[in-house]
C-alpha cells in the first residue's frame, strides 16, 4: 500500500488506498443482512429489548427512527463480543439541531468464556501486592484508584468483577473499625490505651478532605449512592411506532481508493493593462479568497466527490472526517477549543471524544454517517424540508463494556454521537 494517513484520513501524500472501509446503500441484500440504513431496528435478542426510554428523543420525548444499523462484531479487539451499533434520529422538525435529537446505542453480547477470562485477569499476586502499601494513598485515589480508570493498554477493567470498588476497605479487617483499622498490625495493637489510640490509628485522606470535595471525586464508594437501576421501559405497539425511513442493506463494502490531487497551475499574467495594479489586486482578491473559504468543508467536499455515492465510513480508531470545525464537534475534535473544559472530558487514548459514560473509559471513532446517506433515505418523500446534518460521527467505548446491570445476556449501553449540522449560509 501506498503510504498512508489515517483521517480517515487525509493528507498529502501520493496514496491511493486508505484504511477507511466505505460502505453503499442497495436494495438488494448482501451478505451481510444486519448492517443497513433506515427500516426497525434488529435487537441482538428480540425477546430483550433495550428500554424504549434510550431510544427516546432527549428534546420531545418522542420514539426516534433508525438511520443506520450496523454489525460490529470486532473478534480481533474484542473476542467473544457480539456488537452492533444502533444510530437513531428524531422525525420532528422543531427538534433539529438540538443536542439529543439524535441517539447512538451499542448493543452487547459477551460470551460466558470472555466475561470468566476477564474475572481472572486481576491476579492474586497483584491484590497482594496492594497490601503492601499504605491504607489509602491520595494519589492513587485521585488518578489511578478509580475503577473504570484505563490503568493498561493491554486489558480492559471487568465491570462486573467480584472485586470490590472501593480503594479504602481491606479484605483481611477485622469486623470493628475495618476502615481505620491496620491488617497487618500485632494483636496486641488493638489494646493500646484511648489516650494513644489517635495516634496509633493512620488517619483517613477521604476523612481530611472537606466533605463535598471527597462526594464530588467519589472516594468513599463502599455503597452505591443510588437505587438499583429503573426497570426498562416497555416498548408500544408497532403500529403506534414512529413511521420508519425504507430499508437499504449495506453492499459492495470496500476500503476507500483516492486519486492524486495535483495542484492546479499558478495562472501566469500574460497582460498588464495597469501597470502593476493587475497584479496587486490578483493577490489580494486571492488572500481575501483564501481567508473566508471554509478550507475543512472543502476538505470533506472533495474526499466525499472521489466516492460520492458512500453513505457510511468505518475505521475502528481512526479519525474522522470532520465537516466544519467551526461548530462545538468540529472545535472539539480538532483540539480547537478554548481549553476550560474538564480534563476527564479527553481520552487516555488521545482521542478529544467524551470518556464512556457507563464506566468511564476513553471512547474512540467507530462510523460515520455522510450526506449521501439522506439522499437515499429521503429520495421517495415529496418534502424537501428533510434531515440537515452533514454528518454523525460516532464514538465507542473502547474496551466495549457491558452494561452495568447486566451480568450474563445482552446489554445496551448509549455512546457518543457527534452531529455536526449544515450551515449552507456559511459555505464558500
Request: aromatic share 8%; glycine share 8%; with cysteine.
Amino acid at each position: 500500500m501506498a503510504p498512508y494517513d489515517s483521517d480517515s484520513s487525509g493528507g498529502d501524500d501520493d496514496y491511493t488506498e486508505t484504511n477507511v472501509l466505505l460502505g453503499y446503500a442497495s436494495k438488494e441484500a448482501s451478505d451481510d443482512t444486519i448492517s443497513y440504513l433506515g427500516g426497525r431496528p434488529t435487537w441482538l435478542d428480540p425477546t430483550t429489548p433495550p428500554s424504549a426510554a434510550l431510544a427516546k428523543c432527549k428534546v420531545c420525548n418522542d420514539l426516534m427512527v433508525l438511520l443506520l444499523q450496523l454489525n460490529g462484531d470486532l473478534p480481533e479487539h474484542f473476542p467473544g463480543h457480539e456488537r452492533r451499533l444502533y444510530v437513531l434520529t428524531c422525525r420532528r422538525k422543531t427538534c433539529r439541531r438540538k443536542e439529543g435529537s439524535v441517539r447512538v446505542l451499542r448493543g452487547v453480547r459477551i460470551s460466558e468464556a470472555a466475561n470468566k477470562k476477564k474475572e481472572t485477569k486481576p491476579a492474586e499476586p497483584k491484590a497482594e501486592a496492594q497490601y503492601t502499601k499504605p491504607a489509602v494513598d491520595l494519589g492513587v485515589a485521585l488518578f489511578g484508584g478509580n475503577p473504570f480508570s484505563n490503568n493498561s493498554t493491554t486489558s480492559s477493567a471487568n465491570p462486573f468483577s467480584t472485586n470490590s470498588s472501593s480503594g479504602s476497605s481491606n479484605p483481611f479487617a477485622t469486623s470493628s473499625s475495618a476502615s481505620s483499622s491496620n491488617p497487618f498490625a500485632a494483636p496486641g495493637s488493638v489494646q493500646t490505651p484511648k489516650s494513644t489510640e489517635k495516634t496509633a490509628q493512620p488517619s483517613s485522606p477521604t476523612a481530611d478532605l472537606p466533605k463535598t470535595f471527597a462526594s464530588a471525586l467519589s472516594l468513599n464508594n463502599d455503597t452505591p449512592k443510588f437505587g438499583p437501576p429503573p426497570p426498562p421501559e416497555p416498548w408500544p405497539q408497532e403500529s403506534d411506532l414512529p413511521t420508519a425511513y425504507p430499508l437499504y442493506f449495506l453492499a459492495d463494502a470496500d476500503y476507500e481508493t483516492l486519486d492524486k490531487v495535483e495542484d492546479p497551475p499558478i495562472p501566469t499574467q500574460t497582460m498588464d493593462i495597469d501597470e502593476g495594479a493587475g497584479s496587486s489586486n490578483q493577490k489580494e482578491d486571492r488572500d481575501m479568497y483564501e481567508s473566508t473559504i471554509d478550507k475543512t468543508f472543502q476538505k470533506f467536499a472533495d474526499r466525499l466527490a472521489q466516492n460520492p455515492e458512500q453513505v457510511i465510513r468505518y475505521e475502528f480508531k481512526g479519525q474522522p472526517l470532520l465537516y466544519s470545525k467551526h461548530d462545538a464537534v468540529g472545535k472539539l475534535l480538532s483540539g480547537s477549543s478554548k481549553g476550560n473544559e474538564k480534563v476527564t472530558t479527553a481520552s487516555a487514548n488521545g482521542s478529544h471524544i467524551p470518556r464512556c459514560g457507563n464506566c468511564g473509559a476513553g471512547r474512540v471513532f467507530e462510523v460515520q454517517l455522510t450526506p449521501h446517506a439522506i439522499m437515499e433515505l429521503e429520495k421517495d418523500e415529496m418534502s424537501l424540508d428533510g434531515m440537515e446534518w452533514g454528518t454523525i460521527i460516532v464514538g465507542v467505548c473502547e474496551k466495549d463494556c457491558q452494561q452495568k446491570s447486566v451480568h450474563i445476556g445482552v446489554g445496551y449501553v448509549e455512546e457518543w454521537a457527534g452531529v455536526q449540522w449544515e450551515e449552507l449560509n456559511e459555505r464558500r
